[in-house]
Protein backbone atom coordinates (compact mmCIF):
# COMPACT_ATOMS: atom_id res chain seq x y z
CA UNK A 1 0.00 0.00 0.00
CA UNK A 2 1.28 3.64 -0.72
CA UNK A 3 1.95 5.29 1.97
CA UNK A 4 2.63 8.84 1.99
CA UNK A 5 3.14 11.09 5.41
CA UNK A 6 4.01 15.09 5.43
CA UNK A 7 4.89 16.64 8.49
CA UNK A 8 6.87 19.71 9.77
CA UNK A 9 4.28 22.79 8.95
CA UNK A 10 3.09 25.02 11.58
CA UNK A 11 2.50 28.62 12.71
CA UNK A 12 5.07 30.65 11.76
CA UNK A 13 5.71 34.92 11.23
CA UNK A 14 6.21 36.60 7.86
CA UNK A 15 10.04 36.15 7.22
CA UNK A 16 10.10 33.09 8.94
CA UNK A 17 11.31 29.05 7.98
CA UNK A 18 10.20 25.92 7.90
CA UNK A 19 11.25 22.45 6.63
CA UNK A 20 8.43 20.04 5.71
CA UNK A 21 8.87 16.32 5.41
CA UNK A 22 7.36 13.78 3.55
CA UNK A 23 7.63 9.84 4.09
CA UNK A 24 7.16 7.38 1.96
CA UNK A 25 6.16 3.99 1.51
CA UNK A 26 4.83 0.87 0.04
CA UNK A 27 6.50 2.02 -3.64
CA UNK A 28 10.18 2.08 -4.69
CA UNK A 29 10.93 5.55 -3.94
CA UNK A 30 13.80 5.98 -5.21
CA UNK A 31 12.41 5.21 -8.74
CA UNK A 32 9.93 8.55 -9.01
CA UNK A 33 9.90 11.87 -9.22
CA UNK A 34 8.34 13.55 -6.45
CA UNK A 35 6.43 16.96 -5.90
CA UNK A 36 5.08 18.72 -3.45
CA UNK A 37 1.31 20.35 -4.32
CA UNK A 38 -0.21 23.25 -1.91
CA UNK A 39 -4.18 24.07 -1.54
CA UNK A 40 -4.86 27.55 -0.36
CA UNK A 41 -7.99 27.62 1.72
CA UNK A 42 -10.93 28.17 -0.71
CA UNK A 43 -9.15 27.26 -4.02
CA UNK A 44 -7.78 24.37 -5.90
CA UNK A 45 -4.28 22.57 -6.03
CA UNK A 46 -1.18 24.76 -6.79
CA UNK A 47 1.80 22.99 -7.83
CA UNK A 48 4.98 24.12 -5.79
CA UNK A 49 7.92 21.63 -6.60
CA UNK A 50 9.24 18.73 -7.81
CA UNK A 51 12.48 16.77 -7.81
CA UNK A 52 13.67 13.88 -10.40
CA UNK A 53 14.38 10.80 -8.79
CA UNK A 54 17.84 10.92 -8.46
CA UNK A 55 17.78 14.34 -7.24
CA UNK A 56 19.53 15.98 -10.07
CA UNK A 57 16.66 18.10 -11.13
CA UNK A 58 14.74 20.27 -9.56
CA UNK A 59 12.13 22.42 -10.70
CA UNK A 60 9.58 25.57 -8.58
CA UNK A 61 6.78 27.02 -9.51
CA UNK A 62 7.53 31.53 -9.94
CA UNK A 63 5.86 31.58 -6.82
CA UNK A 64 8.32 30.25 -4.34
CA UNK A 65 11.67 30.03 -6.88
CA UNK A 66 14.68 31.70 -5.04
CA UNK A 67 12.56 31.01 -1.69
CA UNK A 68 12.03 27.22 -1.27
CA UNK A 69 14.26 24.74 -2.18
CA UNK A 70 13.10 20.47 -2.38
CA UNK A 71 15.41 17.98 -1.55
CA UNK A 72 15.46 14.09 -1.45
CA UNK A 73 17.03 11.51 0.92
CA UNK A 74 16.20 7.98 -1.13
CA UNK A 75 18.24 6.19 1.57
CA UNK A 76 15.80 7.24 3.69
CA UNK A 77 12.34 7.04 1.38
CA UNK A 78 11.73 11.11 2.42
CA UNK A 79 11.29 14.06 0.55
CA UNK A 80 11.80 17.31 1.93
CA UNK A 81 11.17 21.35 1.69
CA UNK A 82 12.76 24.02 3.20
CA UNK A 83 10.67 26.90 3.23
CA UNK A 84 12.34 30.42 3.63
CA UNK A 85 11.14 33.82 3.60
CA UNK A 86 7.76 32.96 4.24
CA UNK A 87 4.84 35.09 2.72
CA UNK A 88 1.11 35.10 4.31
CA UNK A 89 0.11 33.78 0.87
CA UNK A 90 2.25 30.73 1.58
CA UNK A 91 -0.26 29.39 4.00
CA UNK A 92 -1.96 26.16 2.61
CA UNK A 93 -2.22 22.72 3.28
CA UNK A 94 0.86 21.12 1.73
CA UNK A 95 0.92 17.60 0.56
CA UNK A 96 3.51 15.32 -1.64
CA UNK A 97 2.73 13.56 -4.29
CA UNK A 98 3.92 11.15 -7.15
CA UNK A 99 0.94 12.26 -9.06
CA UNK A 100 0.71 16.00 -8.74
CA UNK A 101 -2.99 16.11 -9.73
CA UNK A 102 -3.39 13.44 -7.32
CA UNK A 103 -1.74 13.99 -3.35
CA UNK A 104 -2.63 10.97 -1.68
CA UNK A 105 -1.45 11.85 2.03
CA UNK A 106 -3.05 13.74 5.03
CA UNK A 107 -0.94 16.77 4.37
CA UNK A 108 0.80 19.15 6.52
CA UNK A 109 -0.55 22.79 7.58
CA UNK A 110 1.58 26.00 6.84
CA UNK A 111 0.38 28.76 8.18
CA UNK A 112 2.24 32.45 8.07
CA UNK A 113 0.96 35.02 10.24
CA UNK A 114 1.75 37.62 12.28
Known amino acids: EVQLVESGGGLVQPGGSLRLSCAAS????????MNWVRQAPGKGLEWVSAISSDGAYTTYAESVKGRFTISRDNAKNTLYLQLNSLKTEDTAMYYC???????GGQGTQVTVSS
Open 26 to 33: GFTFSSWT
Open 97 to 103: ATDPSKP
